[in-house]
C-alpha cells in the first residue's frame, strides 16, 4: 500500500480499492496496515449509495493540486494531501476528477493527511484544526488578498464619504471615537439575540461575541471596529434611523467583516478566541496516525446557524468585500476570489457556489427578486426592519451605472432587457413596476400599523417568490402614478427619468394610482383542493356566460367565505398588470397568453391588495360546458385605482 500512495502521488494515477465486506465491518485490531486503516475510516464516512460499489478509486493528491489561492502563493508551504474513495463507474483523469470535487460544501469522507516519509517507519500524520485559531494564517490569507493586484478591483473597499460610518469603536482604547477621515476599520456581523440592550457599562463588560471582536481586531493588525450596538446611539431616532440607512455602505466600506456565525445570542462569543472550539473536527489515532476528518463545507457549517436565519444578517454577507466567518468547527477566510479554510485552501470562484455577493445581480440584474425571496424566508425580530434590513442592497443597486430603482422594495430593473435570442426589449418604468408587482405569497398575514404598502412584499409576512417566465415576458401599457407627503400623484416615468432626483430620496407616501383593466370576481371556497387559501374566481364573460378560474388570497379567509352564499361570499376587483405572451396570437383563440392579475379588495382609502390570479383561456372553466378554449374574457373597463 505504500509503494501503492508513493506512485500515485508523483504519477497522478488513481489506486483501485477492492472492499472485501468482511473487513469493511471494522473492529479495532482488524486492520494493521495504517493506510488500510485511513481507507477503512473512509469508506464507512461514505455514503451507503456508495458503498454498494465493488471497487472504489482512491484518489489522493497533495494541495498544491488545486488548492492553493489564485493570482496569488499558498500562505505557507505544506506536504497535505487528501484522500477520498470514488466509484470506478466514474472513468476520468485525477486531475479532472479533483476539478471537479465539491470541496467547499465539504463531505466528512474526506480527510487530509500530513506526510512524512520515513525510510524505515513510514508515517502518515494529519495536520488538525485547533483549538484556537491561528492568527498568522489568518493574517496571510489576508495580505494575499490585500497585496495581490488581481484582487485590489473585487476586494478593496471603496474609500468614499458616503461609507464612512459616523462612529467607529477603537479596539485599543476600548472608546467610541468619531470618524473624521478615512479609517481602515473591521464591521462585526452577529445576533443580537433577545437580551436586552445596555451599553452602560461599557466595553470592557461587552458580550463575549463583541470582546472576542475586538480582539481579534487587534491581533488582525487593525485597529478599529464598527458594532451597531455602540456606533448607533439607540436612543437618538434621528440618528439611528441615518445610520440605518447607511448600514449597507458601512458593510461594504469594511476592509473585513468578522461574522459570528455560531451561537444564538452575543453572548456566544467566537469560538477559538478567548474559549477553546467544543465541536473542532473529531481525530482519532489508530496506530502511528492522527486522523481528522475535514469539516463541512462553508454553506454546512453556517445553514444551520442562528446567524445565517436572521434577515438583516443576509445584506451584511452579501456587501461584505472579506469576510472572516466564525464557527464551532473552524474559522473560514473569503474574500471576492478565493475561499481560505484552516483546513485547507481553495482557488476556486466563491461565486461558483452558494456564497452570496452582488456580482450575480449586476450580470443579471432580475437575481434581485431571488435575492428578495431568499430574504424572506429569514427569521426578523421588528416588522417596522423588514425594509430596513435589505434597503443597504437595493440603495446599493441605484447606484450602480445602470440603476435598479425599488418602491417600497419592490424592483423597477433597467429598461432595455436582451433576451437569450439577443432581442432587445424596451420597457417603460411602469411597465417595470408592474413586472415587480407579480410577486406572489402563498401564506402571509398583512403587516398592520406599519405604514407598508398592500402593493409591496414588505406589507406581508411570509416567503416572497416570482415567475421568473413572467419576469422576462410580461407586457404592460398600465400608467403609474406615485403620491407624495401631501397626497400629490407624480408620474412614475418621470421620477425616474430625473436622474438627480432618485426614488429613495424622495418623501413619497404608501399610495400609488395605476391605470389598467380590471374586473369584477366573486370568489367561493374551493372544496375540492387541500390548500387552505385556494378559491375558485368566478365572472361573466363578455358574452354573458359564467365561467371560472383558480385565485389565491394571501390571508385565509375560508371559513368567513365559506358561510356565505357562493355567489356573494366574497366581492373582489382584479387589476390586470400586464399579459404574458405574444401579442400576435390569433385574436380569436390567443391560448397562449396568460393575463397576471393582483385581487383588491375596497377600503376607505382606496383598494388593498389581497391575493392573486393568473389565467390563460384555455384553462377557463364554462360551468356549463366544461373546459373551453373560446373567448372567455371577462367584460373589462379601464380605470385609475388608488392602491394602498
Known sequence: MVALVTNAISTGAPVHVYIIESASKYYDGWIICPLCDIVAHVYRSLPLNTRQYDSLDLLMYPESHGMVPSGGHAPRPTSTIFLMLKPRTVQCALEDQMEKLDLDHGSSNLVPLEVSWDPSRTLIRLSSVR????????????????????????????????SWPSKLVDCQTLKIVRVESWYDYVALSYVWGKQKHDTSKGLRDSPATIRDAIEVTNKLGYRYLWVDRYCIDQSQSIEKHAEIQRMGRIYNGASLTIMAAAGSDPDHGLPGVSKPRKNAAPMRNPSNWTIVDIPHGLPDLIDASAWRN???TYQEQVLSRRRLYFTDQEAVFQCLNYNARESYSSRKDPNSYKFFTLDPIRDSPYQIFGSIAEYSRRELTYEHDYLNGLSGILEYLAEEEDSVFHLFGVPILLREYVTDENKIIIRDYPALLMIGMTWKISTGKRHRGMNFPSWSWIGW?????????????????????????????????????????????FN??????????????????????????????????????IVYTKAELIEDLGEHLAQEDSLEAGRFKALVLGIRGDDKDDENYPTTRTWVCKLLQKNPDGHEVVGHMSFQLDYIIDKSEGECNELLLPYMVKERVRLV
Open 461 to 505: 409576512s411570509g416567503h416572497v417568490d416570482w415567475d421568473y417566465d413572467i419576469l422576462y415576458e410580461l407586457s404592460s401599457s398600465n400608467e403609474v402614478w406615485v403620491e407624495d407627503e401631501t397626497k400629490k400623484p407624480w408620474p412614475l416615468r418621470d421620477l425616474c427619468k430625473q436622474q438627480h432626483v432618485s426614488i429613495r430620496n
Open 310 to 312: 436572521r434577515a438583516w
Open 131 to 162: 483549538e484556537f485559531i491561528d492568527y498568522e494564517l489568518l493574517k496571510q490569507h489576508l495580505s494575499a488578498c490585500t497585496l495581490s493586484s488581481s484582487h485590489q478591483k473585487r476586494c478593496e473597499p471603496p474609500k468614499h464619504k458616503e
Open 508 to 545: 413619497l407616501a404608501q399610495a400609488i394610482h395605476v391605470e389598467a383593466e380590471t374586473f369584477e370576481v366573486i370568489l367561493e371556497v374551493n372544496h375540492i383542493s387541500d390548500v387552505h387559501n385556494d378559491y375558485n374566481a368566478i365572472w361573466k364573460s363578455q358574452d354573458g356566460r
